[in-house]
């Protein structure tokens, strides 16, 4: 009943309002003249009449616009679904398809912006329109995803560097024992990323696909789908990295699989890993970097995605070079600690502009730290070897006198030393005086003393830890020299030795570091121990040589007897001598040479003088050996290989 009522009300209104009308214009027919009340009454009229005409036409004109987007929206829909039933890739079918399928998300955003504008007088028929335009966009950015990543996956390139190669080196291997040094190419050196002026920088995915990329991350972004499209490349570009790091032959380790490394493997692995970080940072993190700064660049998302998709591979080639820090600080070690730390120090400035920032923090912040952690390291272990020289005990003498393997290794160590004298003097310039005398043997004061060469050396520091050194070892010589019974091979032993280091010093690089003072200085103590032998040798058996005690007392006539005994005393000594010293080695030629002729000059001319003088008292039979006999049997000593002498007295 009450919408009976409400229809009839309505419908006599309408009455009413249409005989008021009329009566109105009837009205104004037959008036001539207007009071000022009937004229504002009219105004008052014709501004309502206006309002209800302009509404209308707005309701009928939204109207209008509501069936045409709702048209539009649906012709949109049609082109987005019609892919969702087709199992090819836009993209793969060519410019076209792709073109109009963009163009069809791009209308969707701008419908769904104008309808978001118009919101204040959205009725129910829009907001479903609304509704359905952002699901129409929902299903086409799922789309673009799974084309963002096909592009992307099928088109990656894994390009191995040709620029790089990897060399070792042995130079003087079968002296130096365990001490080793390696090289690799440094033309990788780079300023900048700008792809024109950087040679490294390599195409980690085929260009041309490059702007299809571009347009797709812009289109997401702008949607509100960054992050979907930030994950999906993130997800595929991480999975590359790892494809590079098996390039350059890096394996996966755990800290635990480090430490437990024999140090034969661990050697060859950290070689693989110097080359392979300075291939990883300066190749393809830089070129990963300069990708995503062409994908999402415009949209400020390039830094972002590049931190995520490279974090797990930068930090894999982090936590090797982190076991090896907190690893064992043997002394054969040390080399490899150099090659990790100058590597590392040399791609700092690539690590700062690959990870600027907040963002980037994390991982330069941990490289600084890691950096700072191999330097400590470094230092540890070459005090390390410091210490090690002067606990290095025999239980029995070296055979033969020669040059210990300690002083090879030593000197070889040093020598291959200077050729990290720059980061070696970084390092130990915080350290103070601490391992130069550290042990408490004398030395000269290096630091001090600007005639020894050091104060005039580039690695004054250096230079001071390596006096240290040599003045350890020699400690270390006179103790093993001690194991000898005899003094003159005790002498032969020192000689040897303390001649092989003033030898490695004068004619390598180390004679920058130590100077000519300190090799005239080792020059002569290895002349004093030849000359100290000489006397310890030869001394007692020249004594059978001496005319003095030859005269029978108040006589001036030769004892006979005493003559004969004296030359069969000379030769049985030489031969014990020639015995044992053939045995003995001295592995130099010149300076085997040079006292063989020493030798000779004292021995040989002695023995001719005494026989040329005594020779009308003896008979053949009494002169064992003639002077040009010792002189040829002089040089047969030192060779290092035992004789025995003939008998060769004259019939």
Known sequence: MDGVESGALDSEGEGNLIAAAQQIVRALVSKRELTDEERKALVQLRAQLSTITIDSEKKKKSIEEGAS??????????????WENDQSMIWDLGQDEAFQYLNAVDETLKLIERLENSRQDLSVEKDEMLRNAHDVLQTAMVRLEEEFKHMLLQNRRSVEPEHTSFRSSEEDAAEEGSTFSY???????????????EESIIDLVHPEIL???KCIANLMCSSGYEH???????????DALDECLFIVEMDKHCIEDVLRMEWATLNFKIKKWVRAIRVFVRVYLASERWLSDQIFGEVSLNLSCFIEASKAAILQLLNFAEAISIGSKEPEKLFC??????????????IDELYPDNVGSFIRIQYHELLQR???CIRMTFLEFKKAIASNASATAFPGGGVHHLTRYVMNYMKNLVDYGETLELLLSDHGEEGSNSFGHETSSPIEDGKNGVSGCGFPKLAAHFHGISSVLVANLHEKSNLYKDVALQHIFLMNNVHYMAEKVKNSELRLVFGDDWIRKHNGKFQQHALSYERSTWSSILSFLREEGLHSSGSSSISHTLLKERLRNFSLAFEEVYKAQTAWVIPDVQLREDLRISTSLKIV?????FVGRHYGHLSDRHIKYTADDLENYILDLFEGSPKSLPNPYRR
């Open 374 to 376: 191999l330097g400590n």
């Open 211 to 213: 702007p299809d990329l």
């Open 183 to 197: 090289s690799f190419d440094d033309s990788l050196r780079r300023d900048s990323f700008n792809r024109t002026s």
């Open 605 to 609: 001319q002695a023995y001719r003088t």
């Open 69 to 82: 987007r709702e048209e539009h929206l649906d012709v949109i829909h049609e082109k987005i679904m019609r």
């Open 228 to 238: 979907e499209c930030s994950q999906a490349y993130v997800s595929l570009r991480r």
């Open 337 to 350: 600690f150099l090659e990790m730390y100058e590597v590392m120090s040399k791609l700092l400035p690539d």
